[in-house]
């Protein structure tokens, strides 16, 4: 009897370190999905933030500007701006629209719609996996703001 008995403690102390690698196993295998999640929700989240500040600004830029030309190229500048502050690197006139209620946008009671969409590339996905899977998510974000109805009409050069 106490051979047996000491058959069993001897099983026991063989275990002895399995529960710590199984659940560092378990642990990093569940972890390392949960991580790429965050990282790639935190990417989509930036591109909706920064495209709705873009649009926002680009509208208001056009609709204080002087002229119409000097709105779109501040318009463009303000998405550049706010594209590059949340770490996307792309050219402004790619992303952006603008449509008018008006011909001339700047018409006293007009309306001024921008509208920004970017496309956002998931983190970590090779270009040849995409070309199979479409791995980008799109982002987009219109602002529409009123030209001010008592806004002065200034003479075009």
């Given at each position: 009897m106490l051979q047996r008995v000491h058959h069993r403690c001897h099983d026991a102390r063989g275990d002895r370190g399995s529960a710590v690698v199984e659940f560092?196993?378990?642990?990093?295998?569940?972890?390392?999905?949960?991580l790429y999640l965050v990282v790639t929700l935190g990417r989509i989240e930036a591109a909706s933030f920064a495209v709705d500040g873009a649009a926002r600004e680009a509208a208001r830029a056009l609709v204080t500007a002087p002229r119409d030309p000097a709105g779109r190229s501040r318009a463009?500048?303000?998405?550049?701006?706010?594209?590059?502050?949340?770490?996307?690197?792309?050219?402004?006139?790619d992303v952006l629209t603008i449509d008018c209620s008006q011909p001339d946008c700047l018409q006293p009671g007009g309306l001024v719609q921008a509208t920004v969409e970017l496309e956002v590339t998931l983190p970590g996905i090779p270009a040849s996996f995409d070309a199979v899977v479409p791995t980008r998510v799109t982002v987009r974000s219109q602002q529409v703001l009123a030209v001010d109805a008592f806004r002065s009409r200034r003479p075009r050069p």
């Open positions: 560092c196993t378990v642990g990093v295998l569940l972890l390392l999905p949960l463009l500048a303000a998405v550049e701006l706010g594209l590059a502050d949340q770490g996307f690197d792309v050219a402004a006139a």
